[in-house]
């Protein structure tokens, strides 16, 4: 089926440590994004690619790195840099401008 | 600028009632309009859209109109049920830029 694949679903991170999430889409899709929702909160922005080899920063980009070397995956690394990481992170891609934008299932990422 | 405000929750009907949840925006050149719904835990689920002034989206007994006039995009629902719970996004695209901008989300509570 296609979709939009996110792992792990749940990760812990110990301080000072990077993790990166997993995302994959098969829908052959451009555009890629990343956002962060905070319990209760709306979403917010990480980084989005439009494109293979080219991604731009969000609204919140400071302590999160991307990399974007296929056009199926786009993964996080939230880095130790990143002082308050614990959210819930949801993937999601596009055709391109004004198309719909589809979403993973999330990956909650904690900080133990 | 490109926005999206949307209705203050926590939304609670009782069983069969009628829904309305309030969307406005405010938008440089001719956005595509959305609604997503997520429930606990999960990524968000397109639940209807509309791409020009007048049309109507619908689904699942959800719509909504894009009204250019007052530049609205409220969600309807008739008779909401207990599976109906869950937080209600609403959410625009524009062409140039390939962004797309969420409301800060609905919270919705339906008691038998």
């Known amino acids: 089926d296609g979709g939009i694949t996110q792992s792990p679903k749940y990760l812990f991170r110990k301080e000072g440590q990077n993790v990166t999430l997993s995302c994959e889409q098969n829908l052959n899709h451009d555009a890629m994004y990343w956002y962060r929702q905070d319990p209760g909160q709306g979403l917010r922005l990480i980084y989005y690619s439009q494109i293979v080899n080219d991604f731009q920063k969000g609204d919140i980009a400071e302590g999160y790195s991307v990399s974007r070397e296929k056009k199926e995956s786009f993964p996080l690394t939230v880095t130790s840099a990143q002082k308050n990481p614990t959210a819930f992170y949801l993937c999601?891609?596009?055709?391109?401008?004004?198309?719909?934008?589809?979403f993973g299932e999330g990956s909650w990422l904690t900080v133990v | 600028g490109n926005s999206v405000t949307q209705m203050e929750g926590p939304v609670t009907l009782s069983e069969e009632a009628f829904l309305t949840i309030n969307c406005t925006y405010t938008a440089t050149g001719y956005p595509s309009l959305f609604w997503y719904v997520q429930y606990p835990g999960e990524g968000l689920q397109l639940l209807l859209k509309a791409t020009k002034a007048d049309d109507k989206g619908s689904n699942k007994g959800f719509e909504a109109t894009y009204r250019k006039e007052t530049t609205s995009f409220h969600l309807e629902k008739g008779s909401v049920q207990v599976s109906d719970s869950a937080v209600y996004f609403c959410?625009?695209?524009?062409?140039?830029?390939?962004?797309?901008?969420f409301g800060t989300g609905t919270s919705l509570t339906v008691i038998p």
């Open positions: 959410a625009l695209s524009v062409w140039t830029g390939n962004q797309f901008y």
């Open positions: 999601a891609s596009s055709m391109g401008q004004g198309n719909t934008i589809y």
